[in-house]
Each structure stands twice: as C-alpha cells, then as structure tokens.
C-alpha cells in the first residue's frame, strides 16, 4: 500500500481543486491519500464525490498553532467536521488568515510592491487565504521568481517587512479539541528549521504526554539525520511516525507520494479515529 497522509487543495493554498487532487492521487498510484487543508474542512465533499474506485480518502485539516512564540502545525485526521467546538476555533482561525493578509498586502503596498488585495483574493478563489497567495501575487508581479522567496525577512516571512501574526491555536487545546471530536492529531514536520524557528524536543514531549498521537517524520524538510532523529524520539515517546508529501499542486515542487505512511501505523490511525470513518469506493 502506498499512503500520502498530508496534501492541500484549492481549498486552502493548493492549485489541485479537490476533485483533481484525488483524481491525481490515484493516477500517482496511491492506495490512501488524506485531504489535510489549512483550517477548513470545505473540500471534502468535493473530494468524496469524485473519489476513484480503489482509492481511500482519509479526511482531516491541518491546524494552526502557536506553543512559547513557535508556529507550528497540527494534523488532525478523522475527526466530526460538525463538532461544535472544534468547528468554531477552526473558523476563528480561518477568518483571522483574511486579516492577516489583507494586512499583508497592504504593506507590501506600502514598500511600493504592485500587488493588490483584490488580485490576492482572485488568486485564493473559494480558498481559505493564505501567504501562498500573497507570495503568487508577489510571483506575478514580477518582484520574485518563486514561493520561497516570499517566505524570508526580505517579505512576508517570520520578522518579514510585510509579516503579520494571525490567531493561532494553543496546541494543547488542539489536541483535546481534535480528541473530542474522535479524532487523532500528528504534529506536521516538527523539524522544519528552513521554515524558522522550531519547536524544542521538549516541548514535543509534553505534547505527546497530553495526548498527542504521532509525528511526522518523512517529509521533504527533514533530511535524513533530521529524520532518524524524529524515529529515535517518537520510539521514545510511544509516538506514531508518519510520512507524507505535503503536495500542493504546482505551489510546490513535491509529487504526491513522494513520502509515505507505513500501512501499520495507516490501520492504527485508522482505528484511533472515531469521529470519521475513511471513505472508499470499490473497485
């Protein structure tokens, strides 16, 4: 079985609409593919439609959060998109990515860049916005060649002329929030250093202590040193190890499955969660 646990689709700040992600992910070979957009649930219904016979679709978010300072992320799989609470600090979380780059564009604006909030809002289209489409507009106006450029001091990265904070979950709170509501959360690329400051071991292991069900460890920002580390830590903890691709489409230079879950830890997930169910279609 090969299992991609985290990609993004236009409803968040992937260029795959939902139908084309999992349409992809079967012609990509996938057995199992999760649908982990940023703060929202809104593709799955798009995505559940168009599922491919022999495909299964594990349904899930990824959660913003912020512990002593550090951004970080939160992957939730197979919890109850309905539950109140959970759906309520998703869309705080959701409402504020709009503030924030509004805000952002408007500085960029002011440093004399030719982008506008109307031109970032075409680009994020029914999406939940985010920095990727602030970088796009950044990209089409010709002051940059790529997206991460976008995420440095020189724009819109940590510290960046033009960053701005946004609202943030205690990761904490994310995990009784996701528990809750029947699901199983993974802490997403826990050692991105390229992507700044990263969240201490420590910290990782108060996690785990409340509640935290795994790590991701097989991720195109760890390095191999990076990951074994990550494997010798979660041994540690009693963490599951996860692997994915974080594809979102042409936004980023990885292939669907270009990292993979393990089937075991796939069917423990599986059986964590109970808010949802994986959804398939027979061959």
Same mark, same amino acid.
């Given at each position: ?19 084309? #992600? ?24 798009? =995505? $559940?439609? =168009? ?15 912020? $512990? ?7 992957? =939730?799989? #197979? ?23 509004? +805000? ?42 790529? $997206? ?26 994310? $995990? ?45 920002? /760890? ?6 580390? +990550? ?5 540690? #903890? ?9 594809? /979102? ?35």
């Amino acid at each position: 079985m090969r299992i991609d646990l985290h990609t993004h689709s236009t409803a968040s700040d992937g260029t795959d609409t939902p139908a084309e #992600l999992v349409r992809n992910a079967a012609a990509a070979g996938l057995d199992v593919v999760a649908l982990t957009d940023h703060d929202t649930v809104g593709g799955y219904e798009e =995505a $559940i439609r =168009a599922l491919p016979a022999g495909l299964t679709l594990v349904t899930g978010a990824e959660l913003s959060c912020r $512990i002593d300072g550090v951004s970080m992320h939160m992957l =939730a799989y #197979l919890f109850d998109p309905t539950d109140p609470e959970l759906t309520r600090e998703r869309e705080l979380v959701r409402d504020d990515r709009v503030r924030r780059a509004r +805000l952002m564009t408007e500085k960029l604006v002011e440093l004399g860049v030719p982008v506008s909030w109307q031109r970032v809002r075409e680009i994020a289209g029914d999406g939940s916005v985010g920095r990727p489409h602030v970088a796009t507009a950044l990209i089409e106006a010709g002051v940059i060649a790529d $997206i991460g450029e976008a995420f440095t001091p020189e724009w819109i990265g940590p510290g960046g002329r033009a960053y701005v904070e946004k609202h943030e979950l205690d990761p904490f709170e994310a $995990i009784r929030l996701v528990k809750s509501a029947g699901g199983v959360s993974v802490f997403a690329h826990p050692a991105a250093v390229k992507r700044g400051a990263v969240v201490p071991e420590s910290s990782i292991a108060e996690l785990a202590a409340a509640g935290l069900d795994g790590i991701e460890v097989d991720h195109m920002d /760890h390095d191999a040193p990076t990951r074994a580390r +990550l494997r010798g830590l979660a041994a540690d #903890l009693g963490l599951l190890t996860t692997g994915s691709s974080d594809y /979102h489409g042409s936004r980023k230079t990885c292939e669907l499955g270009e990292f993979t879950t393990a089937p075991e830890v796939y069917a423990e997930i599986a059986a964590r969660g109970s808010g949802a169910r994986p959804f398939e279609r027979a061959s």
